[in-house]
Nanobody
Framework: QLELVESGGGLVHPGGSLRLSCAIS????????IGWFRQTPGKEREGVSW????????DYADSVKGRFTISRDSAKNTVYLQMNNLKPEDTAVYYC????????????????WGRGTQVTVSS
């Protein structure tokens, strides 16, 4: 059974750090593209970072470049999002997702989703 489960969210002060985890199980072998997204009420889901397991290519939204890092542990079937120097505008529900097409910022390409984890950045 395909399952993506996010964890690691919470409340953090501005300038703080969090590491999100996405534990993946039951993923078809050709689902090689993993993305992290975030969403706030009333807004569309935004691509934050994404990677291709085929070639290791990664990319980031401009708003998080230099602060967030995506990585994966193949042995644990887990993808991480290290978030440093967090800002109040990073507050959102964060989701991980997978697809068998391409690593991209566009949520509509992904057809396997976790339930999300809340990240709140506030003083």
């Amino acid at each position: 059974q395909l399952e993506l489960v996010e964890s690691g969210g919470g409340l953090v002060h501005p300038g703080g750090s969090l590491r999100l985890s996405c534990a993946i199980s039951g993923l078809p072998v050709n689902y090689n593209n993993i993305g992290w997204f975030r969403q706030t009420p009333g807004k569309e889901r935004e691509g934050v970072s994404w990677l291709s397991k085929n070639d290791g290519r990664t990319d980031y939204a401009d708003s998080v470049k230099g602060r967030f890092t995506i990585s994966r542990d193949s042995a644990k079937n887990t993808v991480y999002l290290q978030m440093n120097n967090l800002k109040p505008e990073d507050t959102a529900v964060y989701y991980c997702a997978a697809n068998n097409v391409t690593a991209t910022r566009w949520a509509r390409v992904y057809d396997a989703w976790g339930r999300g984890t809340q990240v709140t950045v506030s003083s």
